[in-house]
Nanobody, 123 residues
Framework: QVQLIESGGGLVQAGGSLRLSCAAS????????MAWFRQAPGKEREFVSVLTGSGGNTDYAASVKGRFTISRDNAKNTVYLQMNSLKPEDTAVYYCAARRGLWSSSANYYDRWGQGTQVTVSS
């Protein structure tokens, strides 16, 4: 099973950028579809983005499409989330998740999760 550790969160002004990283260890990283989810206070965890093991296919939530970019470096066992044009409504704890095989935008299908990293966007 893969273990996940996120980093890169922080405080940024609206319109700014952050890049989140998720380092994986313990298994064949390229076998896993990798996703980012987020959870704001008082809200349910929501899908942000996902990409396949090869990185050839990606998907994004409508709210972040055109602003966020997901990518992975299988040689470094790391997945990234580049976040541009950040808005206050992007404020949340961001979680990295892994699923062996087919990708999904549903959190229920992911059995490996990182501890989360806080992203705060000030207006």
């Amino acid at each position: 099973q893969v273990q996940l550790i996120e980093s890169g969160g922080g405080l940024v002004q609206a319109g700014g950028s952050l890049r989140l990283s998720c380092a994986a260890s313990g298994d064949t990283f390229s076998s896993y579809s990798m996703a980012w989810f987020r959870q704001a206070p008082g809200k349910e965890r929501e899908f942000v983005s996902v990409l396949t093991g090869s990185g050839g296919n990606t998907d994004y939530a409508a709210s972040v499409k055109g602003r966020f970019t997901i990518s992975r470096d299988n040689a470094k066992n790391t997945v990234y989330l580049q976040m541009n044009s950040l808005k206050p409504e992007d404020t949340a704890v961001y979680y990295c998740a892994a699923r062996r095989g087919l990708w999904s935008s549903s959190a229920n299908y992911y059995d490996r999760w990182g501890q989360g990293t806080q992203v705060t966007v000030s207006s």
